[in-house]
C-alpha cells in the first residue's frame, strides 16, 4: 500500500521558516518525480516544487528563492524548505509522487501565517 505522509506544517509568524517532510513508503522512491503542491482556501491547487530522480529542481516563478525542495532517496522523504514566509503562503501543502503511469498523493499538512 503506498502512503504519503507530510509533516512539519504548523502555525508561524510572517517571516520565519518552516520545513516540509513528506515521508513516503510502498513505491520505489528514488525512481518517482515529487512535488509538492499547495491549496489555499478558495483557491485552486498549485504546483509548488518539483525534484526529480536526478535532483533536477523546479520552483514555481513567485516563490523561487524562497523555498527550497530537496529529498533522500535513503529515507525515502522529500522536504520542502520554506524561508521568508508570508501570509499569502496559508495553505494546505501536499505532496505527490508521479511517474508516468500514476500520481500518489498524501494528505496535507497545514500552514499558517500571520501577520
Known amino acids: 500500500q503506498v502512503q504519503l505522509v507530510e509533516s512539519g506544517g504548523g502555525l508561524v509568524q510572517a517571516g520565519e521558516s518552516l520545513r516540509l517532510s513528506c515521508a513516503a513508503s510502498?513505491?520505489?522512491?528514488?525512481?518517482?518525480?515529487m512535488r509538492w503542491y499547495r491549496q489555499a482556501q478558495g483557491k485552486q491547487r498549485e504546483l509548488v516544487a518539483s525534484?526529480?530522480?536526478?535532483?533536477?529542481?523546479n520552483y514555481a516563478d513567485s516563490l523561487k528563492g524562497r523555498f527550497t525542495i530537496s529529498r533522500d532517496n535513503t529515507k525515502n522523504t522529500v522536504y520542502l524548505q520554506m524561508d521568508s514566509l508570508k501570509p499569502e503562503d496559508t495553505a494546505v501543502y501536499y505532496c505527490?509522487?508521479?511517474?508516468?503511469?500514476?500520481?500518489?498523493w498524501g494528505q496535507g499538512t497545514q500552514v499558517t501565517v500571520s501577520s
Open positions: 505527490s509522487a508521479v511517474s508516468s503511469f500514476r500520481a500518489y
Open positions: 510502498g513505491i520505489t522512491f528514488s525512481m518517482y518525480i
Open positions: 525534484i526529480t530522480s536526478r535532483d533536477t529542481t
